[in-house]
């Protein structure tokens, strides 16, 4: 059931808790036997938080997790940007690793992580400061290529790409200024969208990067899982200097819409 598991996307493993066909435990279990078999290889995750992600999974039975989406499914942090309070985060910098820096709160995004009900079993890699479009920092290492161990994951979200394109777990978290979700969404096949400027929140730390340029959200393996996860983090909070203008509909109702197709105008 374990090797089953690893081959569903989140929406799928969202519906197994929802019909007790499985647990909370059992999923999280589950990718932590992945993450611990696999990531040797590729140094994709570089924080684990596993008793903290087990905890949380055995709490469900009693109804502290929050029943949102994704209630009960395994979930990765890019180790950079969105933080979990009381949780290590680095940026990819030797500087706060050996600090040992730690995060005094939840950003917005990470509220809503959680609320959505996704576990978190650790951070993933990404080069100092997400400035590079390959994920090599000095404090952790080169991450690696799932499909070709000796090629690039790119970046600056390669440690979580490898993470999902490896089936550690199916979805985890990345952020986009110049590329860093696309770049390596195209080198390990995975969905990668960038949102609108606003769409997600920054905050309550950060209001406006790089002009609106860096972007939240996730790198993930199905169209339906990045549009689920959209419709779940999107949304102006307090503090945000600007925000997308409001969607018309769920973006998961978007996934199956038809396409409207327009002629050509004659002249062309």
């Not at 997790?65 to 309070?85: H, M, S």
């Not at 940026?91 to 978190?120: E, Q, S």
């Not at 419709?231 to 969607?247: C, E, L, V």
Request: charged share 20%; aromatic share 4%; glycine share 10%.
């Amino acid at each position: 059931m374990k090797d089953e598991l690893a081959n569903l996307d989140a929406t799928e493993q969202a519906e197994l808790v929802r019909r007790r066909q499985v647990s909370p435990l059992e999923l999280v279990d589950a990718a932590i036997t992945r993450i611990e078999r696999v990531n040797p290889q590729l140094n994709a995750v570089i924080t684990p938080l596993f008793d903290k992600a087990r905890t949380q999974a055995q709490e469900a039975r009693g109804g502290s997790l929050p029943d949102g989406p994704f209630r009960g499914v395994p979930f990765l942090l890019k180790d950079l940007v969105c933080a979990t309070g009381g949780d290590p985060i680095y940026g990819g910098m030797r500087l706060l690793r050996d600090a040992r820096f730690v995060a005094p709160h939840d950003t917005h995004l990470a509220a809503k992580f959680r609320a959505a009900g996704f576990i978190c079993l650790g951070k993933t890699n990404t080069p100092e400061l997400g400035l590079n479009a390959t994920t090599e920092p000095e404090a952790f290492g080169p991450s690696r290529n799932p499909w070709n161990p000796t090629r690039s994951t790119g970046g600056s979200s390669g440690g979580s790409a490898a993470a999902v394109a490896s089936r550690m777990v199916a979805v985890a978290h990345a952020n986009d200024g110049g590329g860093s979700i696309r770049i390596p969404a195209s080198e390990c096949g995975l969905v990668g969208l960038k949102p609108s400027r606003g769409r997600v929140s920054l905050g309550p730390d950060i209001g406006d990067a790089w002009h609106g340029l860096a972007i939240e959200h996730v790198v993930t393996r199905s169209v339906r899982d990045s549009a689920a996860v959209l419709d779940a983090i999107a949304g102006n909070m307090p503090g945000d200097p600007y925000s997308a203008p409001p969607q018309r509909r769920p973006f998961i109702q978007e996934t199956g819409a038809s396409l409207v197709i327009r002629s050509v105008p004659a002249w062309l």
